[in-house]
T-cell receptor, first 115, second 114 residues
Framework: AQSVTQPDIHITVSEGASLELRCNYS??????LFWYVQSPGQGLQLLLK??????LVQGIKGFEAEFKRSQSSFNLRKPSVHWSDAAEYFC?????????????FGTGTKLQVIP | EAQVTQNPRYLITVTGKKLTVTCSQN?????MSWYRQDPGLGLRQIYY???????DKGDVPEGYKVSRKEKRNFPLILESPSPNQTSLYFC?????????????FGPGTRLTVT
């Protein structure tokens, strides 16, 4: 069974500082990996995804993530955080088995941005 | 506009009173899913559907029912709600093809069971 760990429940960064949110997954084969963002009172929106190919993927809003198979990680980064990035971020791993797909979400990391 | 809609957005009910939360998508997606979100637990899958008349249990199906009679609709039914089902519920859809694709989420339904 697949699983996702987001070890940081809450992170605070200053506006303009760099950001890295950690995500570790457990899955036997090459996984489908996703990062979603949830702004307060909103549903989830996809930031970026990785299926195969280049292990550094670019997403929306200036985010990027790097897939590292050897570390089973898919960390999310942004070089300069804006106040509007304050939200909760979820890493997810997906797997396909025959005719069924299964997506498992991490417990989320809440990002606070201070001026 | 491509979207997933849920109704109602907010609901307060009493223990044991049957309720249905509707979910509809206009993207012709095959895959639909229900999640509940609780503080510190992230999103946990309740039920999912790979296509019309094909549904299966997720990680936390107890106390819930679903049906998929039409491709666009995937209602969540709580036949006898209990306080431990107080939560934020999200419906999502995707078109996975042969793999796993991004999911499009509805705005959420906040349910309180007293």
């Amino acid at each position: 069974a697949q699983s996702v760990t987001q070890p940081d429940i809450h992170i605070t960064v200053s506006e303009g500082a760099s950001l890295e949110l950690r995500c570790n997954y457990s899955y036997g084969a090459t996984p489908y990996l996703f990062w979603y963002v949830q702004s307060p009172g909103q549903g989830l929106q996809l930031l970026l995804k990785y299926f195969s190919g280049d292990t550094l993927v670019q997403g929306i809003k200036g985010f990027e993530a790097e897939f590292k198979r050897s570390q089973s990680s898919f960390n999310l980064r942004k070089p300069s955080v804006h106040w509007s990035d304050a939200a909760e971020y979820f890493c997810a791993v997906g797997a396909r088995s025959g005719g069924y797909q299964k997506v498992t979400f991490g417990t989320g990391t809440k990002l606070q941005v201070i001026p | 506009e491509a979207q997933v809609t849920q109704n109602p957005r907010y609901l307060i009910t009493v223990t044991g009173k049957k309720l249905t939360v509707t979910c509809s998508q206009n993207m012709n997606h095959e895959y639909m899913s229900w999640y509940r979100q609780d503080p510190g637990l992230g999103l946990r899958q309740i039920y999912y559907s790979m296509n019309v008349e094909v549904t299966d249990k997720g990680d936390v199906p107890e106390g819930y029912k679903v049906s998929r009679k039409e491709k666009r609709n995937f209602p969540l039914i709580l036949e006898s709600p209990s306080p431990n089902q107080t939560s934020l519920y999200f419906c999502a859809s995707s078109s996975p093809g042969q793999g796993v694709d991004e999911q499009y989420f509805g705005p959420g339904t906040r349910l309180t069971v007293t």
